[in-house]
């Protein structure tokens, strides 16, 4: 078997399954594409992600497209940009930038990123003092068009480029809270909001803005509107994980475990109305929007090693005569459990003080099932029915697998031996296990 041929063509099958995906509901993967839509295909109606809005626009949920109702912000004359006229440069860098403008009227990004019509996409990261940020920001415009006496849509690609020094972090002082930048004649804004001061750096938000109203009419609307929307933020020391509440300000047992679950984990940008990824280097020079996230999961090892030499064959279980190694195996089980939660307990004592609570909790809902696994064995042992019940169970469980493994070509006929033992995995008999007194004694 060639591993690394197949591995290709499974990584080939993924890109064109999310290229198919991501061109279907975001449009062209290609920032450069000039692609022509039918007039009866209008963008907004064919595209509904990575989509920033005119202000006063809603989504109708029943025709998936835009339309729009009384603004909820009047914007003042700064943020009225000339309407474009002939188009930008496919590249804009600072010289065509507006300078950056004063904080006059605040408005919430997080809030317009995450408003059903959102008219802004953002990201939450952290810098360190002194770091030099640049961002690059695509989008597209769609434009109609007249070709072969019919009328067309026509994506119209923006860009614009922030290079090294041309953003300043604000202080977060009461006069110095949001920095606004202008893209060139676009009706767009580059914002980056101050958030709170952490150690080692500031938390900021950074927003890409669609600063245009909406009129009222669908059609104009609809090409008020900026598709394909990107956002990536570059950082010249490295970018920091944002906090984004103190690790005691829990607001429930939930995530309380989920702190302590991924205390490890380093998230270094927080997306508003869409996914992020970052740079898999240290340090970490960059943070990026991503409208339909991708994330490759590592295959999960059904037996811990812990568990390596606990035997739970399933046709040994369905066999009266072997009841003996039944209970034996199960007892097994509880003893190695038991002793996984005594060496998880040995480390909680190690952990921070904001974590210990969340351990202690979930080892005591450990003890709890292993109380429930040790009940269930003992009805078994005391009921009769039960037992009966269970063997039957597995023996039923097991000629199920017998003949799968034939209609699943792993076999040729049942006459043919197996060549290794079915079992179950220790979750799966844990899971009965624990349910059976509630089953027999309701």
Request: glycine residues 6%.
């Amino acid at each position: 078997m060639n591993t690394k041929f197949d591995d290709a063509i499974d990584e080939e099958l993924r890109n064109r399954l999310y290229k198919s995906v991501h061109e279907e509901f975001v449009g062209p993967m290609d920032p450069d594409s000039e692609e022509i839509l039918d007039e009866r295909d209008s963008p907004a109606g064919r595209y509904h992600a990575g989509v920033l809005h005119p202000r006063g626009a809603h989504v109708d949920v029943a025709q998936g497209e835009s339309a729009s109702r009384e603004p909820d912000t009047v914007l003042d004359e700064r943020n009225e940009g000339p309407a474009r006229d002939g188009g930008l440069p496919d590249i804009a860098d600072a010289s065509d930038v507006g300078e950056a403008l004063p904080d006059e009227d605040y408005e919430e990004p997080v809030a317009l990123s995450n408003a059903r019509a959102q008219s802004a996409i953002s990201m939450t990261v952290a810098v360190r003092p002194g770091d030099v940020l640049s961002a690059d920001i695509r989008c597209a415009k769609y434009v109609r068009i007249k070709a072969d006496d019919k009328s067309h849509f026509k994506r119209v690609p923006v860009h614009f480029v922030f290079k090294s020094g041309d953003l300043a972090i604000p202080s977060g002082r009461h006069d110095d809270v949001k920095r606004v930048y202008r893209l060139g004649k676009e009706h767009l804004e580059l914002w980056l909001v101050y958030r709170r001061a952490i150690s080692g750096g500031v938390v900021l938000t950074v927003a890409v803005c669609n600063t245009d109203n909406a009129t009222g009419n669908r059609s104009d609307d609809d090409l008020k509107c900026y598709y394909q929307t990107y956002l990536r933020i570059s950082s010249s020391s490295g970018l920091i994980p944002p906090v984004w509440n103190q690790a005691n300000d829990v607001a429930s047992a939930e995530d309380a475990t989920k702190r302590l679950i991924y205390r490890n984990i380093r998230n270094y940008a927080i997306g508003h109305g869409c996914a992020t990824r970052w740079d898999d280097n240290r340090p970490v020079l960059w943070a990026e929007t991503q409208i339909i996230p991708t994330a490759e999961t590592r295959s999960m090892k059904p037996i811990h090693p812990s568990m390596e030499n606990v035997t739970l064959s399933i046709e040994d279980f369905g066999n009266p005569d072997h009841w003996d190694d039944t209970v034996k195996s199960i007892q097994l089980l509880c003893k190695k459990y038991g002793q996984w939660i005594a060496e998880v307990r040995g480390k909680a004592e190690g952990l921070s003080e904001c974590y210990r609570a969340a351990a202690w909790d979930n080892l005591a809902q450990c003890e709890i099932c292993l109380n429930r696994i040790e009940e269930g064995l003992g009805t078994l042992e005391a009921d009769d029915i039960a037992k009966k019940a269970f063997i039957m169970a597995n023996e039923a469980m097991y000629e199920q697998f017998l003949h799968y493994s034939v209609v699943s070509g792993e076999r040729g006929s049942l006459d043919e031996p197996l060549g290794y033992t079915r079992s179950w995995r220790p979750f799966q008999l844990a899971f009965i296990l624990m349910n059976i007194r509630s089953m027999v004694d309701e």
